[in-house]
């Protein structure tokens, strides 16, 4: 039986330059990442893949892929995948859940000290040659929202939800929580959507997109918000209505936000967001350390490994395809 499974990008970490001892393998070779119609081309006749969560592994591509067992994704969310077909198949589908908690909840804390201090607007301002003598130091200059003693509020308090609440807690801020499973956490004040989103001076997003959680923070719910407040995703873009949001921070009902994830990645051109100065935009780099990513993309070359070799998978996303 064919060992030969196809790698959709070059991968940092041990595991990944020690595969090919394992098993015959193709690298996706470039340049940039690649499209729906190479990746169908290349993996064809593979037994596995190994994805990462900008590769679309839908109903099509699935049934596509007659000889298929296993495809192991370099990410914690798996939206980007059809998990049913994938199970109705028998396939097991790795991920690397719990590995990126705490890189993710430092970009989320990032971007809120950001937002609230106005760090980007401020750096634009200085390169580009603005800064006169006359506004060295005014009164109201870049003027923006202590963080130090505010409310927080976190939307979803899994392990990420979790690791920003302890972070928060070394600011001296108020943490005020909703899941959708009620929790006990110290320092963290469990309340209902509405209540968090009336009280908090910032919301911070922390929720898989499900079909539930779909545009969750939406124009109804922005428009519950405490004035002013402060909104951070760094989840998935799909939780959270980005027009509502640009219009909200147009209009001055919310001070600014901090943006990681987005409806579609690369974000498109004509996404309000990029139009509002008050917004810090980044590319999705939640979990963008060495440490981190290297960390992934050996779970995910050992979840590879193990269904190559008849195995049960160290993290599976769908583990309902063992019967055993």
């Known amino acids: 039986m064919s060992r030969r499974i196809f790698v959709s990008h070059t991968l940092p970490g041990e595991g990944f330059r020690h595969l090919g001892e394992h098993c015959e393998f193709e690298v996706w070779p470039g340049p940039g990442l690649i499209g729906p119609a190479a990746l169908r081309e290349a993996a064809s006749g593979c037994r596995g893949l190994i994805c990462l969560l900008t590769d679309r592994i839908d109903a099509g591509f699935i049934e596509s892929m007659r000889q298929l067992e296993f495809v192991s994704s370099m990410s914690v969310g798996v939206d980007h995948v059809d998990v049913a077909a994938l199970t109705a198949r028998g396939i097991p589908l790795g991920h690397t859940p719990g590995v990126l908690v705490e890189t993710t909840a430092d970009t989320a804390f990032a ?35 202590d963080v130090g003693g ?82 951070v995703n760094t989840a998935r873009g799909g939780v959270l209505d980005e027009a509502a949001l640009a219009a909200a921070l147009a209009d001055g009902r919310l001070a600014a936000a901090g943006i990681d994830v987005y409806e579609r990645e690369p974000v498109d051109a004509d996404n309000p967001l990029l139009m509002a100065p008050n917004v810090v935009l980044a590319p999705h780099i939640g979990s963008a350390t060495l440490k981190t990513r290297a960390r992934m993309a050996d779970m995910a070359v050992a979840n590879a490994l193990a269904a190559l070799a008849g195995q049960r998978m160290p993290h599976c996303a769908n583990p309902g395809v063992y019967r055993d």
């Open 150 to 231: 505010a409310t927080l509020g976190l939307v979803g308090l899994g392990e990420i939800g979790q690791a920003v609440a302890r972070r928060a807690q070394g600011f001296g801020m108020r943490v005020l929580a909703w899941n959708r499973t009620p929790r006990e956490v110290p320092g963290v004040e469990m309340v209902d959507l509405d209540e968090l989103l009336g009280l908090s001076d910032f919301v911070s997003l922390h929720v898989a997109l499900t079909a539930d959680t779909h545009h969750l923070l939406n124009a109804a719910r922005i428009a519950r918000m405490k004035p002013g407040a402060i909104v």
């Open 111 to 145: 971007l809120m000290l950001a937002a609230a201090r106005r760090v980007a607007e401020a750096d634009a301002f200085v390169r580009a040659g603005r800064w006169s003598p006359q506004q060295a130091w005014a009164p109201e200059f870049f003027v923006g929202t």
